[in-house]
């Protein structure tokens, strides 16, 4: 079953707008929430994490946002670029264990 | 991607042949894993190491085993392969568990025809 559920499946967004990008999870052991960048042709790379005992962490234009009680956490993209256009995964892991579980992935497009 | 890499890039093969595919790392990492990728799920795991020889199985390893004889060689074999493991495959690595700053290869493009 898949315990990290992301949405939308595709994006498309003008440059300058603002991507937003959900995930929602079940486990509730989970305790670390990285987000991971994947353009064509290569392996993801990690881009932002975040851990559930703050609600917003920010990295230049890309902030994550988390809720902790309603098990959710969202990536969002500020004055998005056509170089932003790629593949987004959320993912979710418990320190304490040896695997990240992956959110189906978003394909975000950014038209100039 | 430094560090991490994966051969073949690409693999043609026929239904019922044996496949491996390798896992190669220089950043002496514990941890090694296996995922596939297809549109719609994500990147699924199959298999993960935990040190040389130690292994265990991920949510999709049916129809494939791996082996760790040594701390930088990660193999993946695909025993028969089938149309269903056209996939395009990606080992990751990580220096610890839980820590979810994985370094990914740049994937193998498996075709089962």
């Known amino acids: 079953q898949q315990q990290v559920k992301q949405s939308p499946q595709s994006l498309i967004v003008q440059k300058g707008g603002i991507s937003i990008i959900n995930c929602a999870y079940e486990n509730t052991a989970f305790d670390y929430f990285p987000w991971y960048q994947q353009f064509p042709g290569k392996g993801p790379a990690l881009l932002i994490a975040?851990?559930?005992?703050?609600s917003e962490k920010k990295e230049g234009r890309f902030t994550i946002s988390f809720n902790k009680s309603a098990k959710q956490f969202s990536l969002h993209i500020m004055d998005s670029q056509p170089g932003d256009s790629a593949t987004y995964f959320c993912a979710a892991t418990e320190t304490s264990g040896s695997r990240l579980t992956f959110g189906e992935g978003t394909q975000l497009t950014v038209n100039p | 991607d430094a560090g991490i890499t994966q051969s073949p890039r690409h693999k043609v093969t026929e239904t019922g042949t044996p496949v491996t595919l390798r896992c190669h790392q220089t950043?002496?990492?514990?941890?090694m894993y296996w995922y596939r990728q297809d549109p719609g799920h994500g990147l699924r795991l199959i298999h993960y190491?935990?040190?040389?020889?130690?292994?265990d199985k991920g949510e999709v390893s049916d129809g494939y085993s791996v082996s760790r004889s040594k701390t930088e060689d990660f193999l993946l074999t695909l025993e028969s392969a089938t149309s269903s493991q056209t996939s395009v495959y990606f080992c990751?690595?990580?220096?610890?568990?839980?820590?979810?700053?994985?370094?990914f290869g740049s994937g193998t493009r498996l075709t089962v025809v």
């Open positions: 190491s935990y040190g040389v020889k130690d292994t």
């Open positions: 950043e002496n990492h514990r941890y």
């Open positions: 990751a690595i990580s220096p610890d568990r839980g820590s979810g700053g994985y370094t």
């Open positions: 975040i851990r559930p005992d703050v």
